[in-house]
């Protein structure tokens, strides 16, 4: 296999983001259009009522998610610190701990999610008009989630041990399957929403096997490593674990806020416009994704660059790779925002039929959602910058911030004031919050620093 030969530790900054970012972006750009693909599936398909029960079961998904990216990232992070050591070693059984732990915790959710369907999806937000479609959708999704977990970890790694387009192929190859497989299953074998769910469990599968293949065959440092079963080596794998779960918690956390998001987001929308608001909400949710994953993509390869350089103490060249892609961000929430204000009936005719009480409730609040483009794109690379060079706690707060303390009360309280508009903008005020407490943070603590004022 031909790799990308990335020199993390002397290559020009501008040429190593570019090399990390276009693959990143293009495989998770066919992520967003899985998503657009799947919603349009399943809402004309089906019905808006499985669009319903998709964004019910869909928190579960994100939280899998983030449990996947929160060992890819902190194993990613520490392990690029290692490599910039030269530790090869380290940095292998990192790796390999990381994919244990995660696997067993995975097996716990899929057993746990097995025996407890029912109070699952009403503590989701489930209501008994939705009941059925989301238990066909949930119990077919297990399956492919351990695969999945591989997956979602494994798009990291690949990228650290300098491979961005085979990370890129694996999500390439998984986004066309599952949308083949979505229009097959909904369509010519008539499934419905059962065929959906069927649909992203075999191309997780595919996806997860990919990714072991690669580490099996193909890696160039980062390889299993066989671990020992002492009770010394079990106590330090513990602790390593952990610490790659408090580096990473932050990424958790933000894909748990975006279940956060949709749980509170179904209970407020239905108590305020009922089924149809819901489903005018999971057109937003099913877009939100991509203003997340374009922002991700501008995070996560910037990440192993600041971690490789933070590792070998290149703080400048830290600071270049920080820059870049804060520069980068800003465009791409830019552009978000005024696709989904110029766009937002077609984006919704995408998911709801036009004749559709959900499809008005849409078309007014997408233009609304998508003001949270800019701050939140700032958001995730500040986040980002602070975990690759191990500053947990920061990257813990900023994200508790953005995704719990200032979401949930907008939630509560903006529709309460305006109306509903409120439900709408509730997400752009989280993250325009949470990104003057990060300049405000920043400006003081350099401030303090210096012993002069912040430029």
Known sequence: MQRDRLDFGNGKINRLFCAMFFPTLIGMAFNSILNFCDGMFVGHGVGSNALAAVNIVAPLFLICAGIGLMFGIGASVIGGIRLAENNIKSARIIMTQAYIAGAVIFALVIIASLIFTRPLLYMLGCSPALEHLATDYLLWLLPGLLFFYLQCAGMMLIRLDGSPRYAMSVQIVAAILNIFLDWYMVYPLALGIKGASMATSISCIVAGLMVII??????????????????????????????????????????????????????????????????????????????????????????????????????????????????????????????????????????????????????????????????????????????????????????????????????????????????????????????????????????????????
């Not at 070998?312 to 804060?326: D, F, G, T």
């Not at 036009?354 to 959602?369: F, M, N, S």
């Open 214 to 455: 690669y580490f099996i065959f193909f890696a160039d440092k980062l390889r299993f490593y066989p671990l020992r079963l002492s009770p010394k080596s079990l106590r330090l794998s513990i602790r390593n674990v952990g610490y790659m779960a408090k580096v990473g918690f932050a990424t958790f956390i933000a894909e748990l806020a975006i279940g956060i998001m949709m749980v509170t987001g179904n209970y407020t929308f239905l108590s305020c416009l009922g089924e149809p608001g819901v489903a005018a909400f999971s057109a937003g949710c099913y877009l939100f994704p991509l203003i997340f994953s374009i922002s991700n993509a501008v995070a996560q390869s910037s990440q192993p660059i600041i971690s490789y350089n933070y590792g070998a103490a290149k703080h400048r060249r830290v600071r270049q790779a920080l820059n870049i892609a804060l520069v980068t961000a800003s465009l791409c929430g830019i552009l978000i925002s005024l696709a989904m204000w110029l766009g937002a009936p077609l984006l919704t005719s995408i998911f709801i039929d036009r004749a559709d009480a959900a499809y008005a409730i849409a078309t007014d609040g997408l233009p609304l959602l998508g003001l949270c483009a800019l701050p939140f794109a700032l958001n995730i690379t500040f986040i980002c910058y602070y975990q690759s060079c191990e500053r947990a706690a920061r990257s813990i707060t900023y994200m508790m911030l953005r995704g719990i303390i200032f979401m949930i009360p907008g939630f509560i309280i903006l529709p309460a004031i305006i109306g509903v508009p409120g439900l709408w903008l509730a997400i752009p005020l989280s993250e325009l919050l949470t990104l003057i407490v990060i300049i405000i943070a920043s400006v003081t603590t350099r401030t303090h620093a210096t012993g002069l004022p912040a430029h």
